[in-house]
C-alpha cells in the first residue's frame, strides 16, 4: 500500500469582518447599484466557518442552503483547477475568492467534477444511442429492399447495390443488421454511464473536488463509486474533496467530514450526521417487514 497524499492542507473563507470590509464605501465597486447579486459573498458570513483542514478524503455535508457547492466553488477558483460545466459566476466571485486564504497547491490534472458533467456525459451517451436506434431501423428498411431486389451488374457502380442483394440473401435480417452496424458503440443506463464519467475522469496524482457525485447512481452503483474512489486515494495518489449527503459515500473509510449545518462548521463522524440517523431510525422502525 502507498502512502495517501494531501496536496491542499488548510482553506480560509473571508472572515465577516473581511466581507464588511469590502463593502465600505471607498471600494468604488460596492458603490455601484447596477449588480443585483453580490454572491458568493454572504454564504458564509453568518456561518463562520473558518480554517478548513484536509484529509486525503475531506467531505462537506449538509443540507440545501448549506453552501456546500459554493465551497467547491470557491476552492476551485482559487486553486485554478479545470472544470467542464458552467457554474453560478457573478462579478464578485473573484473578489470574494481574493479574501479567502490557503495552504497547498492542486497538482496539474486536478478537476472540479460536478453533477452537470455527468449530466452532460450522459446526454452524450444518450445522443449516441439515439443515433444507433435510428441507424438500426434504416438497416433493417435495406435489408428488406435488398433481399427482393433484382440487381445485374453492368459496370462498377452496381457493385454496391449487388452485393448487399447478395448479403441480404445468404443472411437474417439480425446478422445483416449487426454486421453493418457498429457494435463497439455504448449502450449503457444512466447509472452506467454516470459511473463511467468517473472512471474515466479521475485519474492518479492530482485532486478531485466531487459536487454531490451521487447524482444519477442507484444504491448498488454509489457503493461501486465508494469502492472506486477509496481506491483511488489508497493506491493512487489522489486527494478528493467531496460535497454530499449520500450515506454510502458519507462512510468513505478515513473520510474528514465536516457538518456545515453547524455554525461554526464541526467535525463529525458519519454516523452522527442527522441524514444518516434519519435513515437507521427509518429503517429500524420497519425491520420486521424485511424478509429473515
Known sequence: ??????????????????????????NPKARRTCYTTHYP???????????????????????????????????AAALEVRRGAVYNRTDFFGDYV??????????????????????????????????????????????TQARHAAVQLGSLADYEAFSKMVDAQRKSASRYVQGRLMDNMPERSNGESAMEFFTGAIDENALYLLDEPENSLSPQRQLELKQFLEDSVRFYHCQLVIATHSPFLLSLSGAKIYDLDESPAAVKHWTELESVRTYSDFFRRHAGEFAK
Request: some cysteine; overall charge negative; hydrophobic content about 40%.
Open 1 to 26: 500500500m502507498t502512502a495517501m497524499t494531501v496536496y491542499l492542507r488548510s482553506f480560509t473563507l473571508a472572515s465577516q469582518a473581511q466581507e464588511e470590509n469590502f463593502w465600505d464605501f471607498s
Open 41 to 75: 459573498f454572504g454564504v458564509f458570513r453568518r456561518r463562520a466557518p473558518g480554517t478548513f483542514t484536509f484529509a486525503p478524503i475531506t467531505i462537506f455535508y449538509g443540507g440545501n442552503g448549506s453552501g456546500k457547492s459554493t465551497l467547491l466553488n470557491v476552492i
Open 98 to 143: 481574493s479574501l479567502c486564504a490557503w495552504e497547498g497547491a492542486a497538482p496539474a490534472g486536478s478537476r472540479i467534477l460536478t453533477s452537470d458533467d455527468v449530466f452532460d456525459h450522459v446526454l452524450g451517451i444518450r445522443e449516441l444511442n439515439e443515433g444507433i436506434h435510428q441507424k438500426r431501423a434504416a438497416l433493417f428498411e435495406e435489408y
